[in-house]
């Protein structure tokens, strides 16, 4: 049965998913941009982004997991880009990834602000949903098919789903960094998973919870 997914998910070793005050400038809020920094040293990380070389080892592998049978993602608002408020503040935004966005299938952003879906090129579209993460899941769901769908984030919307109990796998790639201000993820006494994979590599400590 299909699933719901979140891969390399990257947190602080203080619990943060992002850094303070998100904006054009720092997308991962103040010092957050560090989560990320070994996603670009690998080759499936940089190809994401038409990138050449990179390492392979535990990092890529982790990486390419989170592509593998997705058939569509979730995604928060505030991943999706910087603008608050009405859309009409910015119509032109299109998501932080360019004209060709490393998805290449449908992708439901969650928001109360209502927008028409917008058609990327690579197989890529942006749908907008204002009726909750359940109403998100089940589209997603239908868009994917037999496909899992892929939980993207960010720290609110999985908070979201986990509380909710609709998330069956969570992988989480632990950065050894102090962060102190942001947001933070496992805030909520999240019960009912089941380690099923721990590595680390010289860059994250890699850990696959299950839904028991
Ligand atoms: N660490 C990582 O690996 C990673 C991965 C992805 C993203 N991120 C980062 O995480 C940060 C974003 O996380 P975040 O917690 O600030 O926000 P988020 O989860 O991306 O988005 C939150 C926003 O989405 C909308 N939303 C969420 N749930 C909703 C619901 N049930 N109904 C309607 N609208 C809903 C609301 O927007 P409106 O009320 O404005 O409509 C809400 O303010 C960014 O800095 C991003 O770069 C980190």
């Known amino acids: 049965m299909p699933q719901l997914r979140v891969h390399n998910f990257c947190i602080s070793l203080d619990g943060f998913g992002a850094g303070p005050d998100q904006s054009l400038d720092h997308p991962l809020g103040t010092g957050g941009e560090r989560l990320h920094e070994w996603v670009f040293k690998t080759a499936t990380g940089l190809a994401m982004v038409g990138g050449k070389g990179g390492t392979t080892g535990i990092d890529d592998e982790f990486l390419a997991l989170g592509e593998q049978r997705v058939g569509a993602t979730i995604m928060g608002r505030n991943m999706f880009g910087p603008v608050r408020g009405p859309w009409s503040s910015d119509p032109q935004w299109q ?3 360019g004209p060709n966005p490393p998805y290449h299938h449908p992708v439901f952003v969650l928001c109360h602000e209502p927008r028409e879906s917008i058609r990327m090129e690579g197989g890529t579209t942006f ?3 204002t009726d ?3 109403r998100a899941l089940e589209r997603a769901h239908d868009a994917a098919g037999d496909l899992d769908v892929r939980l993207g984030g960010g720290v609110s919307t999985i908070r979201q789903y986990l509380r909710a109990g609709l998330v069956d796998t969570l992988h989480l790639s632990i950065i050894p960094i102090l962060l102190g201000r942001g947001e933070r993820l496992l805030d909520d006494g999240l019960t009912g ?3 099923t994979r721990f590595v680390a590599s010289d860059e994250a400590m890699h850990v696959t919870m ?3």
């Open 193 to 195: 998973y089941r380690t």
């Open 95 to 97: 998501g932080w990834w």
């Open 210 to 212: 299950t839904r028991v």
């Open 132 to 134: 909750g993460i359940e």
């Open 127 to 129: 749908h907008f949903v």
